[in-house]
């Protein structure tokens, strides 16, 4: 079957990906300056003809989220609400890309795809909204795809940084309260394809590599990569690094919802790192 694809935040790191993983197929990318998702009837203009959206449209500064809730919700919330109920008009499908950032962050074990949404901060509640609003308009034609800890060759991220700071400094210390599970944004592009075109069934579903590291061990685990000697990272709490967004001290999330889609989950988190520095995804930004 041959499916035309709209993908919105194309110019994002998610996105850069995406063009990649869509190479061949009839795709067509737009960031905001193509398309502002706030506007409902450009929007409506926009999908019209495709048969598969993929949103990866958002406000994602999650600290000035939290004195811009307002804005951030016009896009995060508002705007996915504007493309699922603007595909709702015709027989296409939409995928709402998500966040960790939707769950609370305090639990022990993996959050599963149909755990309640709680989130703490500002950037949660607005994602949360865009899940919510995107379920109302499209119950049966769309997919919720949460993914955490991004990164990858087209945008800034916590990898390249920390071969930045590695350039810069003797030492990085990083947090070891947060848990969650790295993902390399290539590796969440490819599923994406994948899982539409498996005609996966609808619903919610997890996309981040498997397993599950603190920022410390991912940090460590980045500078072992790139030869250098992780002894330099040394462990710190987040009371060391107060941030005006709260962040989940728990963001690992669970993988059962690919079996109904015939998927295996997705790789381990450290052969995707691998993986990604020998694609030449990681580097100094």
Request: aromatic letters at 8%; zero cysteines.
């Amino acid at each position: 079957m041959t499916r035309r694809w709209l993908v919105v935040g194309g110019t994002g790191m998610l996105g850069a990906d995406l063009a990649r993983a869509l190479d061949g197929r009839d795709a067509t990318l737009v960031g905001s300056r193509e398309l502002d998702i706030r506007d409902a009837e450009a929007v409506r203009g926009a999908v019209a003809g495709y048969d598969v959206v993929v949103n990866a449209a958002a406000h994602t500064r999650v600290d000035d989220a939290e004195t811009e809730e307002e804005r951030a919700l016009a896009i995060n919330g508002t705007g996915a609400g504007n493309l699922a109920r603007a595909v709702a008009e015709g027989a296409g499908r939409i995928l709402q890309v998500s966040t960790d950032y939707v769950f609370p962050g305090d639990a022990s074990e993996p959050y599963a795809e149909d755990a309640p949404l709680a989130p703490l901060g500002a950037y949660g509640r607005t994602k949360a909204a865009g899940e919510r609003a995107v379920r109302a308009a499209l119950p049966d034609r769309s997919w919720i795809v949460r993914t955490a800890w991004i990164y990858g060759a087209g945008g800034p991220n916590f990898a390249s940084t920390m071969l930045r700071l590695a350039a810069e400094r003797d030492t990085v210390s990083v947090v070891t309260d947060q848990v969650g599970q790295p993902t390399w944004t290539a590796d969440l592009a490819e599923r994406i394809v994948a899982m539409v075109e498996a005609d996966a069934p609808p619903g919610a579903y997890h996309g981040t590599n498997s397993g599950r590291a603190s920022w410390f061990e991912f940090a460590r685990a980045v500078f072992e990569e790139a030869g250098l000697d992780p002894a330099r990272v040394l462990p710190t709490d987040s009371a060391s690094f107060p941030r005006p967004a709260p962040r989940p001290a728990f963001s690992v999330l669970g993988h059962a919802g690919w079996a109904r889609a015939g998927l295996a989950p997705m790789r381990p988190w450290r052969d995707a790192l691998r993986a990604a520095f020998a694609a030449g995804a990681v580097r100094h930004p």
